[in-house]
């Protein structure tokens, strides 16, 4: 069932299936730092009051599921969401992970709307890695 959001003169179901990618596709994502990116984007969700669906850490990039206020824009949400997580990131790993400056994610970004089909959008997110394995290993026994 959708649960739809109020604001003073709105109400609204606003979500996006949104990719974020390392600066140059690193697999810098692995190990702890997966862990912690989640903690960061979820607060940082939280503080900008846009609410994290769904989201799951691959080795090189991060999907996400997020419910954005109408009256946020995507370009503005998820470039704050990448500038302050990535200045996190910066602080707690500094020059240690060879991390360039605070320029970890990629410019860009995929978005798109999740429509009727949030339910598959979501399960999409939360098996693409046993996917991504299943696939590997089949091209490794060919």
């Not at 596709?25 to 009051?49: A, D, N, P, W």
């Not at 200045?87 to 995929?110: D, E, L, P, T, V």
């Not at 798109?112 to 979501?122: C, F, K, P, Q």
Request: a positive charge.
């Amino acid at each position: 069932m959708r649960e739809w959001k109020n604001q003073s003169h709105v109400t609204w179901y606003c979500r996006y299936h949104v990719v974020i990618v390392p600066k140059y596709r690193r697999k810098s994502i692995y190990g702890v730092l997966r862990k912690e990116i989640g903690g960061m984007l979820k607060e940082l969700c939280r503080r900008y009051e846009v609410e994290l669906v769904e989201g799951h850490a691959m080795t090189d990039h991060v999907h996400l599921c997020v419910s954005i206020p109408p009256k946020h824009s995507v370009a503005n949400t998820i470039g704050r969401l990448k500038g302050k997580s990535a200045i996190m990131i910066a602080q707690h790993y500094g020059r240690k992970k060879n991390f360039s400056g605070m320029n970890f994610w990629a410019r860009g970004y995929c978005v798109s709307t999740v429509g009727l089909d949030e339910a598959v959008i979501r399960n999409y997110i939360r098996t693409q890695e046993e996917r991504d394995k299943k696939q590997e290993q089949m091209l490794l026994e060919l």
